[in-house]
């Protein structure tokens, strides 16, 4: 009979139940485990400012590499930039943590976006004096045109 932490599995030739170790009552041997599953399907979230249902919330495409935004911590024309990266990193970053997002700041920075891809290709859109809602747009457009 092989043994490891979580569970007994008989052989073959054994007849005895298949037992959970760690609550000790058998478990159907069709299961491997006891998850529970909602068989009603989850009614859609209501919105939530904070988090919009869109392409950045989502996993990004496995062609993208790094994700680059450029902008400026003053200048006006910025500002959309910045108002968007308050609202939106923490939901990207929980969607997407193995995709570096780098934030590069630098006095008199135009806003842009750069996105890398497979094999070298990169592309980037221009953010300055756009607002956040416009900024997330464009972003979103530069992240679904992978390569």
């Given at each position: 009979m092989l043994t490891n932490s979580r569970a007994v599995f008989p052989s073959p030739s054994d007849s005895t139940a298949l037992v959970d170790t760690r609550t000790g009552p058998p478990m159907d041997p069709i299961v491997s485990d006891h998850r529970l599953v909602d068989p009603q399907p989850t009614a859609p979230r209501p919105h939530d400012a904070?988090?919009?249902?869109n392409a950045l919330t989502r996993a990004f495409p496995k062609a993208l590499k790094e994700v680059r935004l450029h902008l400026c911590?003053?200048?006006q024309a910025s500002a959309g930039a910045r108002k968007f990266l308050e609202s939106n990193y923490k939901p990207?970053?929980?969607?997407?943590?193995?995709v570096p997002f780098l934030v590069r700041e630098a006095s008199g920075t135009p806003a842009r976006a750069f996105a890398r891809f497979e094999r070298g290709v990169e592309k980037r859109v221009e953010l300055d004096g756009l607002s956040s809602a416009d900024v997330?747009?464009?972003?979103?457009?530069?992240?679904?045109?992978s390569a």
């Open positions: 904070s988090m919009s249902a911590q003053t200048g990207i970053k929980q969607s997407n943590p193995d997330e747009k464009k972003i979103g457009e530069l992240l679904s045109s």
